[in-house]
């Protein structure tokens, strides 16, 4: 059945799609084995943008499958409490949503996280999810490597709306977010991910992603990979450093990261520089610009325990 959450009346800005987990923190430190009180929240990479986004303003439409359960309707919740296009969300009765389990650190290493999502409603996602009009009345399509690992059918629908978007004349934004584990094989993964991403106008890879998926080792050997398929920029996270990027036009410059003396959670870093440098470029900003937008809310995700938690409001990242 279909729920739905939100009037679709006006345009949407950004369409994302991909799976919700319900995700449990840690209260303390140590062995999850051993952990017995936890915090939950929401988690997912393409659902974090979706959520900073939203929150600086953007209309925001998410497209994915939940469970007729506790967690798919916490999901719904949050999607409401955020102000995110929940219209082609289906509440899917024959599978669960998933859930994830997360350790707390306190020393800025990467926590651990033990997932639950084998079978989940949102692996489920296919070709027939697609609405073309609601995609369609989207100027943006952001896609993600997570939503594409999940199974061959949720594979099928990134390819799908990849190529309808092109055709509507819509920018797209790819980020790699690389998930192993999820795949058949790394041949496969690197495969299907430069797909998606020669489909894109804007890549967004770690470095250690880019080098995997490319084959190069500099920035601008991974750049240079993709401007060469037909990409317009590429934005490389570089880690401390900050970030590099290079344009079609053959512009290209680093740009420093935000210090950070307290790093609290680093899961959902680069869901934030997602956010920072979408934002900025649907907004017209220059690239250099949006880069060191999203390295500022890459720095403020990190200080906060949960996914989307540190993701700021507009008045928040004026401050």
């Known amino acids: 059945m279909k729920m739905l959450t939100t009037a679709h009346s006006t345009p949407l800005d950004v369409v994302t799609l991909g799976e919700a987990m319900a995700m449990f923190v840690a209260t303390q430190t140590g062995d999850l084995a051993e952990v017995e009180t936890f915090t939950k929240r929401i988690a997912g990479a393409e659902l974090n943008v979706?959520?900073?986004?939203?929150?600086?303003?953007?209309?925001?439409?998410?497209?994915?499958?939940?469970?007729?359960?506790?967690?798919?309707?916490?999901?719904?919740?949050?999607?409401?409490?955020?102000?995110?296009?929940?219209?082609?969300?289906?509440?899917?009765?024959?599978?669960?949503?998933?859930?994830q389990i997360k350790s707390k650190t306190t020393d800025g290493t990467d926590p651990s996280v033990e997932y639950f999502r084998k079978?989940?409603?949102?692996?489920?996602?296919?070709?027939?999810?697609?609405?073309?009009?609601?995609?369609?009345?989207?100027?943006?399509?952001?896609?993600?490597g997570v939503a594409a690992a999940l199974s061959g059918q949720s594979l099928a629908l990134c390819h799908h709306a990849a190529r309808e978007m092109r055709a509507m004349g819509k920018t797209i934004s790819f980020d790699p977010n690389l998930r192993p584990v999820l795949w058949s094989s790394q041949q496969v993964m690197i495969e299907q991910l430069n797909k998606l991403a020669f489909a894109a106008d804007w890549v967004l890879p770690g470095l250690k992603e880019g080098q995997i998926l490319t084959g190069q080792s500099t920035p601008e050997g991974i750049a240079d990979f993709y401007l060469e398929r037909g990409v317009q920029a590429v934005i490389i996270k570089t880690g401390p450093d900050g970030a590099w990027f290079k344009t079609a036009a053959g512009d290209q410059a680093a740009v420093a990261a935000v210090k950070?003396?307290?790093?609290?959670?680093?899961?959902?870093?680069?869901?934030?520089?997602?956010?920072?440098?979408?934002?900025?470029?649907?907004?017209?900003?220059?690239?250099?610009?949006?880069?060191?937008?999203?390295?500022?809310?890459?720095?403020?995700?990190?200080?906060?325990?949960?996914?989307?938690?540190?993701?700021?409001?507009?008045?928040?990242?004026?401050?």
């Not at 798919?72 to 859930?99: H, S, W």
């Not at 307290?262 to 520089?273: E, I, K, L, R, S």
């Open 50 to 99: 979706a959520i900073g986004l939203a929150r600086l303003g953007l209309n925001v439409g998410w497209v994915s499958r939940v469970g007729n359960d506790t967690f798919g309707r916490f999901t719904l919740q949050q999607l409401k409490k955020e102000g995110i296009n929940a219209q082609q969300v289906t509440v899917d009765g024959n599978y669960p949503t998933g859930f």
């Open 119 to 144: 079978g989940s409603a949102a692996s489920h996602l296919s070709a027939d999810d697609f609405n073309r009009d609601y995609f369609g009345s989207a100027r943006h399509l952001h896609l993600s």
């Open 260 to 319: 950070v003396s307290n790093v609290v959670d680093t899961v959902g870093a680069g869901d934030g520089f997602a956010v920072g440098t979408i934002s900025a470029l649907l907004e017209g900003k220059t690239l250099k610009q949006a880069v060191q937008r999203g390295n500022k809310i890459g720095s403020l995700a990190i200080q906060a325990i949960g996914d989307s938690e540190g993701l700021p409001t507009r008045a928040a990242l004026a401050e």
